[in-house]
């Protein structure tokens, strides 16, 4: 077990678990907000989510108001938005901070294990957020919402993308692929 398999971690019903519960399984960790022009990828998620599900793969969605106070909302209120709005069935998490001094447990991991994004090829997001004073405060920081970590079945991140690689971004889905195919 690894010590991403380690993290507690709650539902967003406020049930405990850990990344133990998902042992096996290839795991897409998202950081999702629901005020945030990225917000649409949810859907893209969702495909991904209902396409490779039967292969392994779960989306794990986890809400954080780091960027630009763009989850606001009660975890209560985030489930209801991603039910109603775009159909959410993947496994959704109580809300936590992905970045500075109170950073989950998970997150630090994470980016411990993959310290870098793979970028959108053409992708502007990274110079958008510079020009506004946005940028991460050191490289390996999280970009923004919907930034994607991939994460195999053994609990070894493999793969990190910037928020604006798309759930149906060839390079995303290719590194998703692949890791299900390992055994």
């Known amino acids: 077990m690894t010590e991403l398999q380690n993290i507690r971690v709650r539902r967003i019903d406020g049930s405990p678990g850990s990344l133990k519960d998902f ?13 945030c022009g990225l917000t649409p990828q949810y859907e893209g998620l969702e495909q991904l989510y209902a396409k490779y599900k039967s292969q392994g793969l ?11 106070s763009q989850e606001p909302g009660s975890n209560q209120e985030i489930a209801e938005f991603c039910s109603s709005k775009f159909h959410v069935d993947f496994p959704m998490f109580e809300k936590i901070t992905v970045k500075g001094q109170a950073q989950h447990p998970l997150y630090r991991e994470l980016i411990a294990q ?21 940028a991460p405060q050191a490289p390996s920081d999280v970009m923004w919402n919907f930034e994607k970590f991939l994460v195999d079945r053994q609990g070894n991140v493999t793969a990190r993308f910037a928020p604006d690689v798309t759930p149906e971004n060839p390079v995303l889905v290719a590194a998703i692929e692949s890791t299900l195919a390992q055994r």
């Open 114 to 134: 993959q310290p870098s994004a793979q970028q959108n090829d053409g992708g502007t997001l990274k110079d958008k957020l510079a020009e506004h004073g946005l």
């Open 23 to 35: 042992e096996g399984s290839v795991l897409l960790v998202v950081n999702v907000a629901s005020q």
């Open 58 to 68: 779960l989306v794990l969605g986890f809400p954080a108001n780091d960027f630009g």
